[in-house]
């Protein structure tokens, strides 16, 4: 390996070495991706550890945008938190489908998925539609291989929770929370 003398140059190398085998090994998370990492290419924390609940998606039955119990929940769940949080972020939604359709479809599906979840934050749970950024992604990124047969997690909105100026948190359960 090379060595690097600069401390900057050798933490940027060592980021991007690991998140390089995190991509390659195709399990990376989108916060592992913008987390900072340390010597021992174990993420550093941005705030002291402090917990809460953050549901990371919701997911659908075949061929339809109909929130769930469950997916209201998880809803419910991360409203409140979103509300605790101080001011400047936002959830950013990203829907898919499996791959049962047309990529057509599965692209109008997705859409319709983001925009059931959309509303029900701001219509039902009052979130502030400025708040929320949604893109729908259709069948292009399955979590899974499976290619016959339909596949429950691929049919799914996820939620990541964003700062003001859309950049990712990395570590979500660390964010510091305001106190009620």
């Known amino acids: 390996m090379v060595e690097v003398k600069n401390p900057v140059k050798s933490a940027l190398l060592r980021s991007a070495l690991c998140i390089a085998v995190l991509i390659l090994s195709?399990?990376?998370?989108?916060?592992?991706?913008?987390?900072?990492?340390?010597?021992?290419?174990?993420v550093v924390p941005e705030y002291p550890a402090?917990?809460?609940?953050w549901?990371?998606?919701?997911?659908?039955?075949s061929d339809s945008d109909e929130l769930s119990s469950q997916a209201i929940d998880a809803l419910k769940v991360n409203v409140a938190t979103l509300k605790r949080l101080p001011a400047g972020y936002k959830?950013?939604?990203?829907g898919f489908a499996d791959h049962q359709a047309s990529s057509d479809y599965n692209q109008a599906l997705s859409t319709n998925r983001v925009n059931s979840v959309r509303s029900y934050l701001n219509?039902?749970?009052g979130l502030d539609v400025a708040l929320i950024v949604g893109s729908a992604h259709g069948e292009d990124s399955p979590l899974t291989e499976i290619t016959s047969g339909p596949v429950d997690v691929d049919r799914r909105v996820e939620m990541l929770l964003m700062r003001?100026?859309?950049?990712?948190?990395?570590?979500?359960?660390?964010?510091?929370?305001t106190e009620n």
């Open 50 to 53: 402090q917990s809460f609940r």
């Open 91 to 94: 959830i950013s939604l990203k």
């Open 55 to 61: 549901e990371p998606a919701v997911y659908f039955k």
């Open 164 to 177: 003001s100026d859309l950049t990712p948190v990395a570590n979500q359960p660390l964010i510091r929370l």
């Open 26 to 42: 195709a399990c990376a998370s989108t916060e592992e991706l913008f987390a900072e990492y340390d010597d021992k290419f174990c």
């Open 123 to 125: 219509k039902t749970l």
